[in-house]
């Protein structure tokens, strides 16, 4: 009976510690957003590294495991492990901020997103990982010891064990702990978690207080920094900071009274925002490409409602954009998707998004694939405004297909809008995400770059033709919308796309991450011609 309780404290020992592994891999994703966002390449490097340091750490644990009293050393990889995680929120800015400096910009920063999140992975998860992987071989020898089960049992129970203690932490960390503790808090309660147990097992096999003094090492953490994202610039009040599931939000205010502005910023480690606020409705100041949302509505003469969804709605600031901008006589109905609640909630807080409500609906918590299915058709205009970390686009909601589904929402002559981060209209991201549209809406789409912007805005319409710069229909817009033409009509400002024989994004093969690491790099290189161009000319 004694052997049995030992081995099911053993088993829950390891249960834990797959947890804790969970909790280090998810969020160290959370870690690392603020300098090098969440895009599919940052996953990648981090699930890469943590089974890299799990794998050695197997080895390593495999070899500390033959030799005697393998319940001391399991207690040391506890330990170990607990002292890591607890410094992991204190270490992440310097570490990080050594591969990703403070104030580089997208286009300076080709090269670090990659290969600076796997950098800065190794050095911050890898030790624990590594510490964690060392558990499990170590737990297995010592269950057959006080067991005398046969190897292959007792590493099948440990194996069940951690990988059920994996499950816990996988859906904990994200719906739990993350949210409701924060990164800091999530991070110090699997540290002391951690250090508990090792202090336990240690305790147990020496019947000693030498638990103390390794305990005392993992408390120690708590006096550090904590953990601290990139601050904003000096002149930037931070209003409100929260951790969801999705992501890391803060609203941020700058200037006062009637020049206030305020930002929703996701994730942001370079120099961008999510979405913007100013206490009047309507247009924006130069260089904000929410304004050439409301072109398609100046060009709709005879609109006396203008039925809008908006993919992506953020803090709502298209929504304010057009309900300003709107020509006169004509009235919003507007429908915006959301899939962070969090994002909604700090914008019904600080960036006046009205509740739910007649001409108004915010869906939040729903992909904005999923809910564009169950919306009724019939839409004037879709907006779509879904790509974050300022041009990272989730691959499902820029393909072929995807854009079909849209098209079927609109009225005929509707509108999509679709905004996107590029460097130009002949950009890799941009063309392709333009080409693929085009292919699904069988028509010409026009790209305007948006000034004072690394933004592009593509129009496509349903069954209909999209103004060309400097046209009649183009110069018939109305309504204050109607000051943001001139500005596009000069070479290189526009481009006219036609539909395409073979599209470049689908749902079957979209290398979209590709593009989007193409595109900083060709933008690095313009950079560096400007910059010699500069240098020769002096």
Do not use: K
């Not at 409701?180 to 002391?192: D, N, S, V």
């Amino acid at each position: 009976m004694t052997a049995h309780r030992s081995s099911a404290g053993l088993l829950t020992i390891v249960a834990i510690a797959g947890a804790g592994t969970m909790v280090v891999e998810l969020a160290a994703v959370r870690v690392l957003a603020p300098w090098f966002g969440a895009s599919a390449a940052v996953w990648t490097n981090v699930i890469g590294v943590v089974l890299l340091a799990l794998a050695l750490g197997y080895l390593f644990g495999s070899r500390l495991a033959a030799q005697p009293r393998p319940q001391r050393r399991l207690s040391w990889a506890l330990l170990l492990s607990a002292l890591w995680i607890v410094w992991l929120p204190t270490l992440a800015a310097p570490i990080a901020g050594t591969f990703l400096p403070d104030g580089v910009t997208l286009d300076r920063a080709a090269g670090l997103l990659v290969w600076g999140s796997l950098a800065a992975g190794l050095a911050l998860f890898g030790p624990a990982a590594l510490a964690l992987g060392c558990i499990g071989p170590l737990a297995v020898e010592c269950v057959q010891q006080r067991s005398d089960l046969h190897a292959g049992t007792a590493g099948g129970r440990v194996l069940a064990a951690s990988t059920l203690g994996s499950l816990v932490g996988t859906f904990g960390t994200t719906h739990w702990l993350v949210p409701e503790l924060g990164i800091q808090g999530t991070f110090y309660l699997a540290a002391a978690t951690l250090a508990v147990l090792g202090a336990l097992v240690r305790f147990g096999e020496s019947r000693a207080p030498s638990a103390v003094l390794p305990a005392l090492l993992v408390a120690s953490g708590l006096f550090g920094s904590g953990y601290r994202t990139p601050a904003p610039d000096a002149e930037i009040s931070v209003l409100e900071t929260r951790q969801s599931a999705y992501q890391s939000l803060r609203v941020v205010e700058r200037g006062e009274g009637e020049a206030r502005f305020r930002q929703l910023q996701v994730n942001e480690g370079l120099d961008s925002f999510q979405s913007v606020w100013q206490p009047e409705s309507g247009l924006l100041p130069d260089g904000y490409y929410y304004n050439h949302f409301a072109l398609p509505a100046a060009w709709s003469a005879d609109s006396r409602s203008w039925r809008a969804l908006v993919l992506g709605l953020g803090a709502g600031t298209t929504w304010r954009v057009l309900e300003g901008a709107l020509p006169d006589g004509v009235e919003l109905d507007a429908v915006g998707v959301e899939i962070d609640p969090v994002a909604v909630e700090l914008a019904r807080r600080w960036m006046d998004l009205p509740e739910n409500g007649p001409g108004r609906l915010a869906i939040a918590g729903q992909d904005a694939r999923t809910a564009l299915q169950q919306l009724t058709p019939g839409f004037d205009q879709i907006v779509l405004d879904t790509y974050a970390n300022q041009m990272e686009v989730p691959p499902h909601l820029c393909s072929v297909e995807f854009f079909e589904e849209v098209e079927a929402r609109l009225a005929v002559g509707g509108w999509l809008t679709i905004n996107i981060g590029g460097f130009g209209v002949e950009d890799p991201v941009v063309s392709a995400i333009t080409q693929s549209a085009a292919y699904a809406f069988e028509s010409e789409a026009l790209v305007v770059r948006v000034p004072f912007s690394r933004n592009c805005v593509v129009h496509l319409r349903r069954a209909a033709e999209v103004p060309r710069p400097g046209s009649a229909d183009w110069r018939s817009a109305r309504g204050p919308a109607a000051r943001l033409l001139p500005p596009v009509e000069v070479d290189g400002a526009w481009r006219l796309v036609a539909a395409g024989d073979s599209p470049q994004l689908t749902d079957d093969r979209n290398p979209i991450e590709t593009l989007q690491r193409a595109s900083i790099e060709l933008a690095a290189r313009r950079l560096r011609e400007v910059e010699r161009w500069g240098a020769s000319s002096e």
